[in-house]
């Protein structure tokens, strides 16, 4: 299964010429996804470097941070996927909707491949990343996921992206506005 979604920003004031996209594949007991961003050159998006090694970080959602959310549909526990482009990630399982936090098992860090391109007028981005689906999820009949992204400018100011938004606040844990995987 391949979902192919264009995101959107909650409040798209201040974010013209910025287009994001997300693309999650299903491979056996991976899922891969793929993000391309796309914006006008000069706008101020805060874009960290690669950093060596990277590492598990908590509070990456707090800045710059592309984001997967997935879970069964039979089943009130998910889990969230945190990377930053700097290759700081974390992976969590929730119980429920945004209750029992707990870090989850990851033997590998997401991040596979990052690349840029640069114009005079454009900038374009793509990160590409991966994760093992664990086994609860493995014995799911059906899955659904949220593709998402926090983009934050050098001003400080913070847009937060989705395949959708259903609530009267930007919430990413919002099950009702996922996609259908399987």
Partial sequence: MVLAHRLSPFDP????YVHLSGLL?????????????EYRHGLDLLWPEPAEPAERRDGLWQSTCLELFVGSRSSSAYWE???CPSGHW???????YRSELSPADLN???????KH???NQTVSRQIELSVN????LLEADSLQAGLCAVLQKDDGSISYWAN???GTEADFHRRDDWLLLS
Avoid at 13 to 16: E, Q, T
Avoid at 90 to 96: E, F, I, K
Avoid at 108 to 114: G, N
Avoid at 133 to 136: G, H, K, Y
């Fill in 25 to 37: 594949q299903r491979h056996g007991s991976t899922l891969q996804i793929s993000y391309t961003l």
């Fill in 90 to 96: 974390n992976w969590y399982r929730l119980q429920s």
């Fill in 108 to 114: 590998v860090a997401p991040l596979r491949t990052q």
């Fill in 164 to 166: 959708h938004h259903g």
């Fill in 13 to 16: 004031s201040g974010w013209d």
């Fill in 133 to 136: 689906l664990p086994q609860e």
């Fill in 117 to 119: 391109h640069l114009t």
């Fill in 81 to 83: 996927l945190n990377l």
